[in-house]
């Protein structure tokens, strides 16, 4: 069984441009998640995505955004970048209602 | 702040030897916790669960520890090999299904 993929594997962008980024979640599963991993901070979570809807959102500037498509995919938006959003996008998803969250190999951002 | 911590940010060990690895919450409601394996360069990987209902949890070589009553958690790894390198994160389950994670303990396995 294929685990959760994403892309593009590194992207590299200027301040003030806008990145996007990509993730297909573990066939059957209904919920998505994003995460930053941002060196000397941890994982911190971003958004939830389920059936289409965002559902919960941490706490991270409007700029960040993203939206599940009908095939659960989804992607993650990110507006006017600054060179601390430079980290590790990962993504996970699970099945609908399940804890137990699945990471992909996450999208490496770099901000110069 | 942050409600999930972990005792040591670096352990040694030599293989064959058992790893502990402890990670203290401040939520006594939580009532969900994983534990996830990140190696150089990837995706944490998923490990072992544990529910507030259980105060013990075995996998293959491993085993999650739960104590309520100091809010305690440890990954315990048998007979730890060269591969189990890599940082070791506890994560419990928020409200609104965020996982929130501790900064994460490298293990290292030495020959």
């Known amino acids: 069984e294929a685990g959760v993929t994403q892309s593009p594997t590194h992207l590299i962008k200027t301040r003030g441009q806008q990145a996007t980024l990509r993730c297909s979640p573990i066939s059957g599963h209904t919920s998505v998640y994003w995460y930053q991993q941002a060196l000397g901070l941890g994982l911190q979570f971003l958004l939830w995505y389920d059936e289409g809807e965002e559902r919960n959102r941490g706490n991270f500037p409007p700029r960040f955004s993203g939206r599940q498509f009908p095939n659960y995919s989804s992607e993650l938006n990110v507006n006017a970048l600054e060179l601390e959003d430079s980290a590790l996008y990962l993504c996970?998803?699970?099945?609908?209602?399940?804890?137990?969250?699945?990471f992909g190999p996450g999208t490496r951002l770099t901000v110069t | 702040g942050e409600s999930v911590g972990l005792h040591l940010p670096t352990l040694s060990v030599q293989e064959g030897d058992n790893s502990i690895i402890n990670c203290a919450y401040s939520n006594s409601a939580s009532d969900y916790f994983i534990w996830y394996k990140q190696e150089s360069g990837k995706g944490p990987q998923f490990i072992i669960d544990?529910?507030?209902?259980?105060d013990k949890r075995q996998g293959q070589r491993v085993t999650v520890l739960l104590n309520k009553t100091v809010k305690h958690l440890s990954l315990q790894i048998a007979a730890t090999q060269p591969g189990d390198s890599a940082v070791y994160f506890c994560?419990?389950?928020?409200?609104?299904?965020?996982?929130?994670f501790g900064k994460g303990t490298s293990l290292l396995v030495t020959p």
């Open positions: 996970a998803s699970s099945l609908q209602g399940a804890f137990e969250q699945y």
């Open positions: 994560a419990e389950i928020e409200p609104g299904y965020a996982l929130n």
């Open positions: 544990i529910r507030s209902n259980m």
